[in-house]
């Protein structure tokens, strides 16, 4: 669990963070949340597409070429 | 989670085995809290210096400009006595640093958090 967190700090900091400010403003709280959930969602579109391009090995050529 | 720091927890521990064989899995777990905590906090400082760095210090020079003067003290730009005992005489853009690590700390709790809940969603769908 940690790990994984820290691992997402560190790159939605580089995307959410400008100049650090005196507070965290709502914005890039807001970003961080939405960071949080696209990461995941790209690791489970990852891990999906993975499977299916492994189940049909034919296939596997032409969803390079995508 | 890779143990590295086994060995120095290892021989505060091992004298307290070594006849009946009598350990205590409760103190194992704490060390191994303890342990997990130390990295945790290790990993979480290497990377915000990182991070801190990156972002408070442009090119690293011998000469301060303007833009990364030593501040002793305060934030926001309400200058006063300084809020920790001693002033630290480094050359770094103290400020800019303080306000980065709250900042990434603040982000920190944020991430986790909304992991959390993502988390806690996930697993009441299934």
């Known amino acids: ?66 | 989670v890779s143990l590295s720091m086994e060995s120095s927890f290892g021989s505060d521990f091992g004298s307290g085995g070594g006849g009946g064989g009598k350990l205590d899995p409760g103190l194992i777990m704490e060390q191994v809290k303890v342990q997990i905590a130390v990295a945790n906090a290790q990993e979480l400082l290497q990377r915000m210096t990182d991070k801190c760095f990156r972002k408070c210090i442009g090119k690293p020079g011998g000469a301060l400009d303007n833009s990364e003067q030593v501040r002793t003290g305060g934030r926001s730009g309400h200058p006063g006595p300084s809020s920790s005992g001693r002033p630290l005489r480094l050359c770094v853009p103290q400020k800019c640093i303080a306000m980065c690590m709250d900042r990434y700390m603040d982000s920190w709790n944020t991430v986790s958090r909304a992991y959390n809940s993502r988390l806690q969603r996930e697993r009441a769908n299934m």
């Open chain 1, 1 to 66: 669990f940690q790990q994984l967190v820290h691992q997402m700090t560190e790159l939605c900091w580089e995307k959410c963070m400008d100049k650090p400010g005196p507070k965290l403003d709502s914005r890039a709280e807001t970003c961080f949340v939405n960071c949080v959930e696209r990461f995941i969602d790209t690791s489970q579109f990852i891990l999906n597409r993975l499977e299916q391009t492994q189940k049909s090995k034919s296939a596997f050529s032409e969803s390079l070429s995508d």
